[in-house]
């Protein structure tokens, strides 16, 4: 069955700090991984990964995927309190039937 | 404006009713899919519906019924409701092939009481 674990499942800093979070995957014919930020509502997109190696670059988060490690990383630095919210790793895979398999999140809270 | 709309956003009933869930997307995208989330915020696809097409039907209870009249609608109807249907549901759509990435509604929460 596919599976995407995702670690911390909880993480609180203080702003200004920079933090990591964890994504791991197995799936069978993997076909590109992606991050959501969900805040109150709905979750929104920030980065679709399909390639080993190259570092995908928005404003303050950026992401990363190694397909060897069957992993991905999402970065945030000099965090700021809008930044919390729960993070969200989701894998899409091939094979006939066109879905996102979510992981559990991770819940950032960032204290001023 | 563009988007991937849900109405209701809150729906609390008593148990054992019957409810509806619409949905409706303008992003002209060919596939469209209805997600759990619990109480412990994780993601669970339940449907998912290509070009009115059933495509994905992921061991949801018979009590849960999705109806595409075309491809920009995709609705949810729910028999006999219990108490642990209680969660957020989420609509989505997204270009053949969820790789893509999806556009979510904005959910609407269901209380079972």
């Known amino acids: 069955e596919d599976k995407v674990v995702q670690s911390p499942l909880s993480l609180v800093v203080h702003e200004g700090d920079t933090v990591t979070l964890n994504c791991s995957y197995e799936?069978?014919?993997?076909?590109?991984l992606l991050w959501y930020k969900q805040e109150k509502k709905a979750p929104t997109f920030l980065f679709m990964l399909?390639?080993?190696?190259i570092e995908k670059k928005s404003g303050r988060l950026s992401s990363i995927l190694d397909k060897k490690e069957l992993s991905s990383i999402l970065n945030i630095t000099a965090t700021q309190t809008g930044d919390s919210a729960i993070y969200l790793c989701?894998?899409?895979?091939?094979?006939?039937?066109?879905?996102?398999?979510f992981g559990k999140g991770t819940k950032l809270t960032v204290n001023p | 404006d563009t988007a991937v709309s849900q109405t209701p956003k809150y729906l609390v009933t008593q148990m054992g009713n019957d409810k509806s869930i619409k949905c409706e997307q303008n992003?002209?995208?060919?596939?469209m899919y209805w997600y759990k989330q619990d109480s412990k915020k994780f993601l669970k696809i339940m449907f998912s519906?290509?070009?009115?097409?059933?495509?994905i039907n992921e061991t949801v209870p018979n009590r849960f019924s999705p109806k595409s009249p075309d491809k920009a609608h995709l609705n949810l109807h729910i028999n006999s409701l219990e108490l642990g249907d209680s969660a957020v549901y989420f609509c989505?759509?997204?270009?053949?092939?969820?790789?893509?990435?999806?556009?979510f509604g904005s959910g609407t929460r269901l209380t079972v009481v």
């Open positions: 519906y290509n070009n009115k097409e059933l495509i």
């Open positions: 989505a759509s997204s270009d053949w092939g969820a790789s893509s990435g999806y556009t």
């Open positions: 399909t390639s080993s190696g």
């Open positions: 989701a894998v899409a895979a091939q094979g006939g039937s066109e879905k996102l398999v």
């Open positions: 799936v069978t014919n993997f076909r590109s």
């Open positions: 992003l002209g995208h060919d596939t």
